[in-house]
């Protein structure tokens, strides 16, 4: 066998494997996706191969006769959104700060962002409850839901490890023609650090998307409950009495996963590494 023969075997191969290991991979979500739509339930594996004619999309609108999935779509928007603001702008501006600034206190600062990443939230949400609820007096608000994420050490981390790798002769030579740290920030180091970006919107966005717990326990308004909250109520309480309850639910698990795929889709090609020190010349 040459050596072009077993090239062209190797890549034969190479994509045989990541096909199989796709296919692996796509099936919960495509059974997912087929069982919900089933009007009788079949939770064999015979069921991920339905008759056509037992397709059907009442499992979705039983699920909207009993929770408003366009309100809980809009309080998954809000809640998802105020973390991602504060994620974004607190980490970039603590990550930049780690990173490209000399200031006294910088590594015991980085030190504590590293410490509260071993600190699991369900030790913190107690204290936080009593905080956001009782001192603050935020139960049954947007902002106390928000407010224990805005936030992340995680993102902090992330962003001070990619501007490290800045090349710094970026920043003296701005530095030597008058620009202000905001706007080296703004101008220079924000578009050399999309990876981190993108990074950090998908990381930060399947948090308080999915999040259950602390949006239940800070709130008992139905009309402020996001989504996650809405159909886990569902799906424990409602969705045994439906008609078919194993199609409910898988239905509830589509609606809640649904965005989270599509922002990936539409994200995964900014997944590209960036030549980061091809700004500086020599």
Do not use: H
């Amino acid at each position: 066998m040459t050596d072009r023969t077993m090239s062209k075997f190797q890549v034969r191969l190479r994509g045989t494997v990541l096909a199989i290991g796709a296919l692996v991979f796509l099936f919960p979500f495509y059974y997912m996706v087929i069982g919900s739509l089933q009007t009788e339930p079949d939770p064999t594996v015979a069921g991920a191969f339905p008759n056509p004619g037992n397709l059907t999309g009442e499992n979705y609108v039983a699920i909207n006769e009993r929770i408003n999935l366009f309100q809980g779509l809009v309080n998954s928007g809000i809640f998802t959104g105020g973390v991602l603001i504060g994620t974004m702008v607190f980490g970039l501006l603590v990550g930049y700060a780690l990173a490209q600034l000399q200031w006294r206190g910088r590594g015991a600062t980085f030190a504590l962002a590293l410490l509260v990443q071993v600190v699991p939230f369900q030790l913190l949400i107690i204290p936080l409850y009593v905080l956001i609820a009782r001192d603050y007096g935020l139960s049954d608000n947007y902002l106390g839901m928000i407010l224990p994420f805005f936030i992340n050490s995680a993102a902090v981390i992330i962003f001070r490890q990619y501007f490290l790798q800045l090349p710094k002769e970026l920043f003296e030579a701005a530095r030597i023609d008058g620009a202000g740290e905001l706007a080296l920030l703004w101008r220079i180091a924000l578009p050399l650090v999309r990876p981190a970006i993108i990074t950090v919107v998908l990381l930060t966005f399947i948090g308080p998307w999915n999040e259950f717990l602390w949006p239940f326990l800070i709130t008992k308004d139905a009309a402020l409950q996001p989504l996650a909250v809405s159909l886990a109520n569902y799906i424990s309480n409602v969705a045994a009495s439906a008609a078919n309850p194993f199609g409910a639910t898988l239905a509830g698990a589509v609606v809640l996963a649904g965005p989270v795929v599509l922002l990936f889709i539409f994200f995964q090609r900014y997944f590209i590494s960036n030549d980061i020190g091809s700004g500086v010349k020599g």
